[in-house]
């Protein structure tokens, strides 16, 4: 069954540190996300690719987060400098299309800023 | 803004009971609403897609309404077991903003 990859799973920086996570969406799912959920919350969208363009990067603080999709395939995301407030877990999901919405999500990556 | 609520925020009970969850949000004008499991430090798991068009849908165990007109959906899981222990989660497709928007979810939890 085709799933969405993550890595790395658990992630343990000190604060002022550069960070990177990778996604890999569902062979030939053309929308990516990336979302963060605080403990306790639910997720909230970062980012959103169609492809390998941004479509909505409204909720990503941009003077330390950088996502990119570069053949519109798998996607990075990077946080630099750390702070101790990004200690999260950071979702990856995809879609077949910008339209077709269910989502289906990757198991995660666990930051934690010390 | 989309807002969306779930109630309760956690629930216990005892192996074969039938349970709902609830679900509500501010702005009706949706495409979807997705219904997720999560285990503990794990990802999201979707159990459940209802199109706006339509007022249910089933999968085994579960099944899922919704009432777009009064912003209101359900979750109901018949004859709990232990493994449903998790946190569930319900998320609403807004077309205006064109993302997911998530409720805070319930943890429940299924004894013996």
């Known amino acids: 069954e085709a799933e969405v990859a993550q890595s790395p799973r658990y992630k343990i920086t000190e604060k002022s540190q550069a960070v990177a996570f990778w996604c890999d969406p569902i062979s030939g799912h053309a929308t990516l996300y990336w979302y963060r959920q605080i403990l306790g919350q639910g997720p909230e969208l970062l980012v959103q690719?169609?492809?390998?363009?941004?479509?909505?990067d409204s909720q990503l603080p941009k003077d330390r987060f950088s996502a990119e999709r570069l053949k519109g395939v798998d996607s990075t995301l990077k946080i630099q400098p750390a702070e101790l407030g990004d200690s999260a877990m950071y979702l990856c999901?995809?879609?077949?299309?910008?339209?077709?919405?269910?989502?289906?999500f990757g198991p995660g990556t666990r930051l934690t800023v010390l | 803004k989309q807002e969306v609520t779930q109630i309760p925020a956690a629930l216990s009970v005892p192996e074969g009971e039938n349970l709902v969850l609830n679900c509500s949000f501010t702005?009706?004008?949706?495409?979807?609403l997705q219904w997720f499991r999560q285990d503990p430090g794990k990802g999201l798991t979707s159990l459940l897609l209802?199109?706006?068009?339509?007022r249910e849908q089933t999968s085994g165990r579960l099944n899922a309404s919704l009432d777009k007109s009064s912003g209101r959906s359900t979750l109901y899981i018949a004859a709990s077991q232990p493994g449903d222990s998790a946190t569930y989660l319900c998320?609403?497709?807004?077309?205006?903003?064109?993302?997911?928007?998530f409720g805070t979810g319930t943890r429940l939890q299924v004894t013996l």
């Open positions: 702005d009706s004008a949706i495409y979807n």
């Open positions: 209802i199109q706006s068009s339509q």
């Open positions: 999901a995809s879609s077949l299309t910008y339209a077709d919405n269910e989502q289906f």
């Open positions: 998320a609403v497709f807004t077309g205006t903003a064109s993302k997911l928007t």
């Open positions: 690719f169609q492809d390998e363009s941004v479509v909505d």
